[in-house]
Nanobody, 118 residues
Framework: QVQLVESGGGLVQAGGSLRLSCTTS????????MGWFRQAPGKERESIAD????????NYADSVKGRFTISRGAAKNTVYLQMNNLKPEDTAIYYC???????????WGQGTQVTVSS
């Protein structure tokens, strides 16, 4: 059974940092691209960062560029999101997802809550 599990969320003050992890099991994702998404209350889910299968290509939403960093572990099956200088508007449930290059995101985690207090 394929599982993606996000961890590392929590409550942090504005200006603080968190590091989210997405660990996988049930299959290898070393050849998959990966993305982090978030959904705030009353808002649509948005893509905030993605990384290709090799880990050498990344993209960021303008809202997080310069503050968040996406990376992959050595085995490529674990993905991280380092979040610095957090703002209250970063409060959301954060999800990781994987996809075959050129395809749609197929595998999703259950999400982890990030709350940033002002």
């Amino acid at each position: 059974q394929v599982q993606l599990v996000e961890s590392g969320g929590g409550l942090v003050q504005a200006g603080g940092s968190l590091r989210l992890s997405c660990t996988t099991s049930g299959r290898t994702f070393s050849n998959y691209n990966m993305g982090w998404f978030r959904q705030a209350p009353g808002k649509e889910r948005e893509s905030i960062a993605d990384i290709n299968w090799s880990g050498f290509m990344t993209n960021y939403a303008d809202s997080v560029k310069g503050r968040f960093t996406i990376s992959r572990g050595a085995a490529k099956n674990t993905v991280y999101l380092q979040m610095n200088n957090l703002k209250p508007e970063d409060t959301a449930i954060y999800y990781c997802a994987f996809k075959v290059p050129g395809g749609s995101y197929t595998y999703w985690g259950q999400g982890t809550q990030v709350t940033v207090s002002s």
